[in-house]
């Protein structure tokens, strides 16, 4: 395989627990927040922009956020509401690429060296995903472009918030020799002072060393360190989530009635579900259909069989079997959707490399 270069996006979203806040209470926007327990007790998981200025901080106690900044408003944390947002985040970033590696609610790798939509440009990519979370969820995001994980991820920091940053691979190695050790994912307070009474003040500082050196100061994350700022680091972007089902739906300019004009819609549907399935490999199970009438009222109607199938016509017969039976629709519809699931993949996906133009 040759060792092209990959297009590797970090999104991270902007003061994620307190945009939410701001977000859905207006009274809150442009105001210096905290989102944790009281200013008594407990400590801030995250603030505001707004309180930023005032030198609070995440982990900070209540307390003394609440010296530095004395107008400061706590509110309580809605757990449930950060993990519905996630998911919202995640499924768009899933409509660009499958490799997709969450690192917490609010951030994930992505990569897109190959990708859903065919655009070559991961920046463009990078564009479009920020809009769509801005459009959609009512947030920013601030995202990094590079060549690899860590890169990527240094550089969704550069410019927060509501940042575009990009390092493009023929400025990766100036970047990374000008970089502060403090900035490197992994490298902690402890590890920069101890690298500080080396010498080690910046990545160049730190290419000076071989790895043997490296690995006898640092132990096990010499290697590491190494790697990164020889240009090296090659991780890939692990995707955790296991897929579940395959689907693809349509929604209709004007609602259906017409038995036929269905089928013509599933055959196309199916068609989607099938070039997706067929180039990965997945066969499954459990044929859906799903149908919203024009009230939107929705009906899932689903088969098993007895073996994995994965051709066009294996699924389509079961699809159409399942739009007349019980009956064929009693309204007019307004959405069908096809699904497969039962699949046979587990969650290891290979990554594909492959040479593509344009960063
Ligand atoms: P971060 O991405 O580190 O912080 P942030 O999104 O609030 O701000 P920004 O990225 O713009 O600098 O963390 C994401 C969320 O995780 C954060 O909103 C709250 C939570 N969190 C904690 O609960 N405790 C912490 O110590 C940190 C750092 C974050
Ligand atoms: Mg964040």
Redo the contacts with the bound molecule.
């Keep these: 395989m040759s060792s092209a270069i990959r297009k590797i996006i970090h999104i ?8 939410v806040e701001q977000r859905d209470n207006p009274e809150l926007r442009g105001k210096a927040i905290a ?2 327990g009281s200013e008594m007790r407990g ?5 505001s ?1 707004e309180a930023r200025k005032f030198g609070v901080r ?2 900070m106690p209540g307390l003394t956020a609440k010296k530095n900044c004395p107008n400061l408003i706590f509110v309580k ?1 809605r757990f449930d509401v ?1 993990r519905e947002v996630s998911k919202q985040i995640m499924n768009i970033f899933f409509e660009f690429t499958e490799l997709v590696e969450p690192l ?4 994930a790798y992505l990569d897109v060296t190959t990708n859903k939509k065919g655009i070559n440009s991961a920046t463009i990519i990078a564009r479009e995903i920020k809009n769509r979370i801005r459009s959609e969820l009512k947030l920013t995001a ?1 995202a990094g472009v590079s060549v690899n994980k860590f890169l990527a991820k240094v550089a969704s ?1 550069m410019d ?2 509501d940042g575009l940053y990009v390092i493009p691979p023929e400025k990766a190695e100036a970047f990374i020799e000008g970089l502060d050790v403090k900035k490197v994912p992994g490298i902690g307070k402890v590890t920069s002072a101890k690298m500080n009474e080396f010498g080690i003040k910046s990545c160049a500082d730190l290419k000076k060393f071989e790895k043997i050196d490296l690995v006898k100061k640092f132990g096990k994350s010499g290697n590491y360190y190494y790697n990164i700022v020889h240009g090296e680091y090659d991780s890939p972007v692990r995707p955790h989530r296991i897929r579940k089902s395959i689907s693809a739906e349509r929604t209709f300019d004007k609602d259906i009635s017409n038995p036929e004009l269905m089928i013509a819609k599933l055959e196309s549907i199916t068609k989607n579900v099938v070039d997706y399935i067929s180039k990965r490999k997945i066969k499954g199970k459990t044929v859906t259909l799903k149908i919203k009438y024009f009230d939107f009222v929705n009906r899932t109607r689903s088969k098993t069989v007895g073996s994995y199938i994965d051709s066009y016509e294996e699924i389509f017969s079961v699809v159409k079997e399942l739009l007349y039976n019980p009956a064929l629709p009693e309204k007019a519809v307004r959405l069908l959707g096809v699904g497969l699931s039962n699949l046979n993949i587990n969650e290891t996906q290979t990554q594909e490399t492959q040479f593509t133009l344009g960063f």
């Design positions: 991270d979203m902007d003061a994620f627990y307190a945009s989102v944790g400590v801030v998981t995250t603030c922009y995440s982990a944390p950060y917490s609610l609010d951030e601030s920091d927060k918030p």
